[in-house]
């Protein structure tokens, strides 16, 4: 409270300098021009004249101040606001006029004898002073109110803009997040149908092992369901989790080498994005050999980008339509454009060797969490 106090008692005392400092300026410009015409000045009279011509606007001001506020001149209404103050600017003069009367009869400042006296001849000559005030006052209202509204304005369109930003990056997310449920089911399909497969043919312990290898990789996957890049290190937990699945499907058909990088392995990349490819090496590499089969990951940083290869020894694939790769490469390159726009490709080259998936994304790290 004291300090409020303290506070609103500096304002007025800074409220009264600043009309002072108006006092002494018109004091000074009349003593100038009376020094031209070497007229002599009583400077006492002159600056207490003055002083209490200022103070009396003083106590004026915020009254007009709030009538300026309670009538703003804007677009919409501007002829009437103009109207209205053409009529009270000369209404303030009159009051102004009268109180400086009032003020100069008690001080003796011996203008004129009598209130009208002196009434008549302070409206003469302050008249035109008093209405620049008032029209000073509505002029810097109005310069206010303008300043106001912009800054309002601007706020505005900066949160509206933020909240754009934020709708976007929701959009965003709740694509990926559609992406990802329309990938989940794809691939709990096959397994469960593989699952299935194993069952009838009696292979009740590879249907048992095949199913907790599941159970496991859904525990992994809902626990981190929001999280949309990993490192590649975890990525490779999931996809180990998957092969696990496939191995037990395959046997010994199927082998599988890992030559990750190791300086790669920070490198953050969406999740659950090599399972379809891998998946798509099996159903396309392994699963069409009558023979065992290979598969060879890779990874290397190039410049800014993380090139990411499957690579398997299958017999290819003849005929590639970029944009008709199943659901599982579908959604990935669908996850990768949302997530990394024009920055991202995935390319699949076919030959009598076998069929490389190559996927390059924007290289970046995954922070310390203790920075």
């Given at each position: ?28 410009a ?42 703003p ?47 008549l ?17 509505v ?20 949160q509206?803009?933020?909240r ?31 699952i ?12 048992d ?9 859904l525990?992994?996957?809902l ?30 058909r199927?082998?599988v ?24 090496a ?25 090139e ?64």
């Amino acid at each position: 409270m004291s300090r409020l106090l303290k506070e609103r008692s500096v304002q007025f005392l800074l409220y009264l300098a600043a009309w002072t400092l108006v006092a002494l300026f018109l004091a000074t410009a009349v003593a100038s021009r009376a020094a031209y015409y070497q007229q002599s000045v009583e400077w006492r009279h002159l600056v207490a004249v003055w002083l209490t011509d200022a103070y009396v606007w003083s106590l004026l001001a915020p009254v007009a101040w709030f009538v300026s506020k309670r009538i703003p001149i804007s677009r919409t209404n501007w002829r009437p606001a103009v109207a209205a103050h053409l009529v009270l600017g000369p209404v303030f003069a009159l009051v102004e006029a009268a109180l400086y009367s009032l003020v100069a009869m008690v001080l003796n400042f011996r203008i004129r004898p009598g209130f009208e006296g002196t009434f008549l001849t302070v409206l003469t000559f302050d008249f035109h002073l008093d209405l620049t005030f008032y029209w000073l006052i509505v002029g810097v209202q109005h310069t206010t109110n303008i300043y106001r509204d912009y800054r309002e304005r601007e706020t505005k369109a900066v949160q509206l803009e933020l909240r754009t930003s934020e709708l976007q990056r929701q959009l965003v997310q709740s694509k990926l997040s559609a992406l990802r449920m329309q990938l989940h089911p794809h691939f709990l399909f096959n397994t469960l149908n593989t699952i299935v497969v194993l069952v009838r043919q009696g292979r009740t312990r590879e249907a048992d092992t095949m199913l907790t290898h599941l159970s496991e990789l859904l525990r992994r996957t809902l626990d981190e369901w929001e999280i949309q890049e990993v490192p590649l290190r975890t990525e490779l937990e999931y996809l180990g989790l998957y092969l696990d699945i496939e191995r037990v499907r395959f046997r010994d058909r199927m082998a599988v080498e890992i030559a990750m990088a190791p300086e790669t392995m920070g490198a953050l990349v969406p999740s659950f994005l090599l399972q379809p490819v891998v998946e798509n090496a099996i159903r396309h590499g392994i699963a069409a050999k009558s023979s065992s089969g290979n598969i060879v990951l890779r990874s290397r940083q190039t410049n800014s980008m993380l090139e990411l290869q499957v690579v398997d020894d299958g017999p290819g694939l003849p005929l590639i339509d970029p944009e008709r790769n199943g659901v599982g490469l579908s959604n990935t390159r669908a996850r990768l454009q949302q997530l990394y726009g024009a920055l991202q490709s995935v390319e699949l080259q076919s030959s009598n060797h076998g069929t490389v998936a190559t996927i390059r994304i924007p290289y970046h790290q995954e922070t310390d969490p203790l920075e």
